[in-house]
């Protein structure tokens, strides 16, 4: 009973000086705030890989309440990434020695930049997400699950990156 007093005494201290507990997401959720989310640079031999991890990401902003708006135009925050990786590594071999599944990884670097203070927000180097795909003798089966693979580590990567961006702002 008396460490919950002690806390109460020292949160209502600590409120009493002008400071309060309160998440991130109030410029979050700031209609007014601008977003530059171009197409990430793509290292990879992927075509699309760039475009997509970016159009995931604004997606995902959206789904998880960003109330701003996307362009380069007056952007308050800039996203800038880079897709510097998509690897295949088999996983299982069928008793012919061909493969049965592989391992899709998507590696990308990020970088948050505040506009208009010109300071870095956010900096990550060789953020990384993995999913499984099945394959055959068939080459559209193959490819056909790779993509989904693909498409399953791109919306991975986006929501983690939503997730770190709503509470950076």
């Not at 410029?27 to 601008?34: A, L, N, Q």
């Not at 998509?86 to 020695?97: G, N, P, Q």
């Not at 953020?127 to 055959?136: D, H, K, N, R, V």
């Amino acid at each position: 009973m008396n460490r919950i007093l002690i806390a109460l005494a020292l949160l209502s201290a600590v409120a009493a000086c002008g400071y309060r507990l309160e998440s991130g997401t109030a410029r979050f959720r700031d209609p007014s705030v601008r977003m530059d989310v171009s197409p990430f640079a793509n290292r990879s031999t992927t075509p699309d890989a760039g475009a997509v991890v970016a159009a995931r990401l604004r997606e995902e902003l959206r789904r998880s309440g960003f109330r701003g708006s996307f362009g380069n135009v007056g952007a308050d925050y800039l996203i800038e990434g880079t897709v510097r990786e998509v690897r295949s590594d088999i996983f299982s071999h069928s008793a012919d020695r061909f493969s049965l599944e592989n391992r899709l990884t998507l590696v990308v670097d990020i970088r948050v930049v505040e506009v208009v203070r010109g300071g870095v927000l956010w900096k990550e180097s060789g953020l990384s997400e993995t999913a499984s795909f099945f394959s055959g003798t068939d080459a559209q089966y193959t490819e056909a699950n790779r993509r989904a693979a693909f498409e399953e580590v791109a919306r991975r990567m986006a929501v983690r990156l939503s997730q770190t961006l709503r509470v950076l702002l």
